[in-house]
């Protein structure tokens, strides 16, 4: 496991990756996109397990330096697109990279680097500025805390983080900042905990907090529901979709449309013509009726993957829903 050995090295354990690399059945000549690169330990494992060309996407500039390297590693099978997977199809158009026949993989989330390296802002365990963008342009945390009203700052710990204390963090954060300017990991930390109690599991009670920002700055959710679709869209018969996620929202997300699109509403055969009631064609077909979770092996070894769910299903050939909506 090549791929692994070296993305350790580089800070980001990737997660279930025997489990990935089974439900992508890596075969020689097809080609996968990697939408969530990172240091590339999924992109390296496709790459080694079968004559595969891959395309990777990260929005994070910094991956560059990984991309690189397995690019040399594998000259002519690998390419790197700097983006958002969400606009994958797109991107791919770009890039001349049509008909995606092995898969697509989304690993949802940060990366170790992104959470190791604290200038970044997305972790309060050493103080820095609060920043947590991703592609490292746009609104940082800090000016979503600093000029958001208190009722829509409630919203997202709210719905984003699903903090029960969300009222009592929006109301403390307006009192803070009507004294200074919020700028940094640790100060809204320590806001946050001072009036939220810790949990009996010993969770930092910023956790929650942190997450929603993160989530709201880099519209993960948005991104994730726009990266389904155009996964649908760009995906030939027979490919494989797999997406790992960390957060119940995100799974929810996964789980509807892979449940949508496998059949809810969907005709039972592709010969029966659609109608109101029948509804359009499934695109995908489970493999997964139940999520795949790391065993407490992997869990001990890396504490990222505890809340680890992976999906996955098989692309019918039928036209993807998302044109239709999109018509
Ligand atoms: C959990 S890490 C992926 C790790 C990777 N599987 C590996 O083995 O190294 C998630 C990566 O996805 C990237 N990312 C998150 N949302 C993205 C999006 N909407 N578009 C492109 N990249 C995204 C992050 O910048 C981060 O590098």
């Known amino acids: 496991m090549t791929g692994a050995i070296s993305s350790r090295r580089d800070g980001h354990v990737p997660v279930l990756l025997p489990e990935v690399l089974d439900h992508l059945a890596p075969r020689d000549g097809a080609l996968y996109c990697d939408g969530t690169f ?7 494992a496709l790459l080694d397990a079968a004559r595969t060309r891959v395309v990777g996407i990260d929005r994070d500039p910094d991956v560059q330096v990984h991309a690189d390297r397995l690019g040399q590693r594998f000259p002519g099978r690998f390419t790197f697109l700097r983006g958002r997977y969400g606009s994958m199809d797109e991107a791919l158009a770009e890039a001349g990279l049509e008909g995606v026949d092995g898969g697509v993989v989304l690993d949802l989330g940060v990366s170790s680097m992104q959470i190791d390296i604290p ?53 403390a954060v307006a009192a803070a900042r009507r004294e200074a300017p919020i700028e940094s990991t640790g100060q809204l930390a320590a806001i946050v905990r001072r009036v939220v109690p810790t949990a009996k599991d010993r969770i930092d009670p910023a956790t929650r907090t942190f997450q929603a920002l993160r989530m709201f700055v880099n519209d993960e959710l948005g991104e994730l529901e726009r990266g389904l679709d155009a996964a649908e869209r760009i995906m030939a018969d027979g490919a494989r979709l797999v997406v790992v996620s ?13 449940r949508q699109r496998s059949g809810g509403g969907a005709r039972p055969s592709r010969h029966q013509p659609e109608t109101a009631e029948t509804g359009p064609q499934a695109t995908f077909t489970l493999i997964t009726r139940k999520p795949v979770v790391p065993g407490e092996a992997e ?19 039928a036209p993807a829903w998302a044109e239709r909506a999109a018509a």
């Not at 960390?246 to 892979?258: G, Y």
């Not at 809340?307 to 299903?313: E, H, M, P, T, V």
């Open 119 to 171: 200038e970044r802002g997305f972790s309060f365990s050493q103080d820095a500025a609060l920043d947590m963008r991703m592609e490292r342009s746009g609104p940082t945390a800090a000016d979503i805390v600093n000029e958001f009203s208190e009722a829509d700052l409630g919203a997202i710990i709210r719905d984003l983080g699903e903090e029960r204390f969300w009222r009592r963090v929006a109301r």
């Open 246 to 258: 960390f957060h119940s929202l995100e799974d929810r997300v996964v789980k509807v449309f892979l």
């Open 38 to 44: 990172g240091a590339g330990g999924y992109s390296a």
């Open 299 to 317: 869990c001990q070894a890396n504490p990222r993957a505890r809340s680890a769910k992976l999906r996955a299903a098989v692309r019918t050939a």
